[in-house]
């Protein structure tokens, strides 16, 4: 079985966050069970300048105000191939993926992800000169969100699985943009890519792929109910009722094992925990913070209103006056980071913030922190609380999403159902009295980090599900001897 993972982000080459993770890891996991995955990303300035060694097969044509691409092949050392959509204009800035280096959206981001989801509809097709084309086509997020439609009014007959790794990003552009990413006038109503007046990627992809995944049950239920659902839960309820909305937990890799860590200063492992004070002891002086025998709670997460920083900030001075001290890394929101550095100048030697993205330091802190604060408002999966659990940094998380799925509380972590500042401070004060009985803190993180979060347990559930849609239309191509559309052939190269 051939499948073709479309993504934004890919971890070690370009990623803002989980969903980096999760196109580094699941394709290799994949490929393990058997499965020829190939991932398919654009060839960000980033992703240029760290592979030199790429190989530029053929060209795909543009469409409407979309441009033509060239498609470029390279090897990772994981073992998994990628295929870059290299469009200079389009891709090669710095920043983000998806912003400037200031945070702002770049302004023809419809276009950008347009390309990347015509690119993949296209090779599904056999064109680009790849010599390879997919059973199966996996769309990740709103900017592969427009995949699955294109292979459908192209009349393509791949079955296409798209997964929602967090649904309150839409790419949600005004309705007039739709002429120039060649979307059919017919596609603009409820039943396509119509969304309150505008256009909708994630809308489109949710309504025309065969399949939906989400990263985890519980978000897979949240996200049909208006609560959660921003929007898009009564397309998600129809979903459902038809059997086509699931939830697979995602996993975290190997790497992300204290033993073996290579940015930690001291390793240890669940028998021998001596390295992680070690650890702590160095975050606390790094980050300047006074000694302390008392607790130290990490956070290392984006700076988005998503996360409930602002609970953290809220809860600082009932953490601080029983002896605990925070560490926080994060990178996003001016204004998030503007709140949590009022608390550390507030607790100079208790509170310290680190803006920046730096795994080495995430890695440090995770492994340091007895506890790990999550209070996300909501949490599709979250990958942190799974490394954190892995390094014996018990997490203290709202009761919501994958946070549900991954956290026992009581014996590995604590979840908290209120998102209060109460909710919050309770659920520390749990910590507080495990910290003060070290036999049950022992129990605590030995349960912890010998936790499975294996992504071959994810790949295996992926796996089932790609059968299951190829399975749905193999019959349905092999009962069409000319199923290869005319169009095929007149497959015109057009200069990038
Ligand atoms: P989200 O995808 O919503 O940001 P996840 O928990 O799924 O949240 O994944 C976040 C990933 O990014 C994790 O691998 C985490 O360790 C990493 N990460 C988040 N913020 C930072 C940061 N400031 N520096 C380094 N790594 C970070
Ligand atoms: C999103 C979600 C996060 C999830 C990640 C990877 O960024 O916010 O919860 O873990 O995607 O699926």
Not at 203 to 215: C, E, M, N, P, R
Not at 224 to 238: A, D, N, R, V, Y
Request: proline content about 6%; charged content about 20%; aromatic content about 8%.
């Amino acid at each position: 079985m051939k499948v073709l993972f479309v993504t934004s982000e890919f971890a070690g080459l370009d990623k803002v966050g989980g969903l980096g993770d999760a196109s580094a890891s699941l394709p290799v996991a994949l490929c393990q069970l058997g499965i020829d995955v190939r991932v398919l990303l654009p060839a960000y300035a980033k992703v240029l300048a760290a592979l030199p060694d790429i190989t530029w097969l053929g060209r795909l044509p543009g469409r409407a105000d979309i441009p033509g691409c060239r498609i470029g092949m390279v090897r990772m050392p994981s073992g998994i191939t990628l295929y870059l959509v290299g469009a200079p204009s389009l891709y090669s800035r710095p920043g983000t993926p998806y912003g400037t280096p200031e945070g702002r959206d770049w302004s023809d981001n419809h276009v950008r992800w347009a390309r990347l989801s015509l690119a993949a509809a296209q090779i599904a097709r056999g064109q680009g000169k790849l010599g390879w084309s997919p059973d199966l086509l996996h769309a990740n997020d709103w900017p592969s969100g427009l995949a699955p439609a294109y292979l459908r009014w192209d009349g393509t007959d791949v079955p296409s699985v798209l997964t929602i790794h967090n649904i309150a990003y839409q790419g949600n552009f005004a309705a007039e943009l739709r002429h120039g990413l060649g979307i059919p006038d017919a596609a603009f109503a409820v039943n396509g890519v119509e969304f309150h007046g505008g256009i909708s990627f994630l809308k489109a992809g949710s309504f025309y792929a065969d399949q939906i995944t989400t990263v985890s049950p519980t978000y897979a239920r949240e996200i049909t109910t208006e609560q959660l659902g921003c929007g898009l839960h009564g397309l998600m309820q129809t979903r459902a009722t038809a059997g086509r909305l699931s939830g697979i937990i995602n996993g975290i890799d190997e790497t992300w094992d204290p033993a073996r860590d290579q940015y930690l200063p001291y390793r240890f492992d669940a028998d021998d925990l001596a390295g992680k004070r070690a650890n702590a002891d160095v975050v606390r002086t790094g980050l300047c913070l006074r000694p302390s025998n008392g607790p130290l709670f990490g956070v290392v997460a984006r700076l988005v209103h998503q996360k409930g920083l602002d609970l953290i900030a809220e809860a600082a001075s009932g953490i601080v006056e029983r002896g605990g001290q925070i560490a926080i890394l994060g990178l996003g929101d001016p204004e998030i980071e503007h709140v949590l550095n009022r608390t550390a100048r507030q607790y100079r030697d208790d509170v310290a913030v680190l803006v920046g993205f730096n795994e080495p330091m995430a890695r440090r802190i995770i492994a340091g922190s007895d506890f790990f604060l999550m209070p996300s408002r909501f949490e599709p999966c979250g990958l942190t609380q799974m490394q954190a659990q892995r390094y014996g940094a018990l997490p203290i998380a709202h009761a919501v999403g994958g946070l549900v799925d991954t956290i026992k509380d009581g014996t590995t972590g604590f979840l908290f159902p209120d998102l209060t500042v109460d909710g919050l401070a309770n659920a520390c004060g749990r910590a507080f009295e495990v910290f003060a009985d070290r036999t049950r803190l022992g129990a605590m993180r030995r349960a912890a980090m010998l936790r499975c979060f294996s992504w071959s347990v994810s790949a295996a559930d992926y796996a089932a599900l790609y059968r299951r849609h190829c399975g749905e239309t193999m019959p349905r191509r092999m009962a069409r001897p000319t199923a290869a559309p005319q169009r095929l052939e007149l497959d015109l190269e057009v200069a990038a």
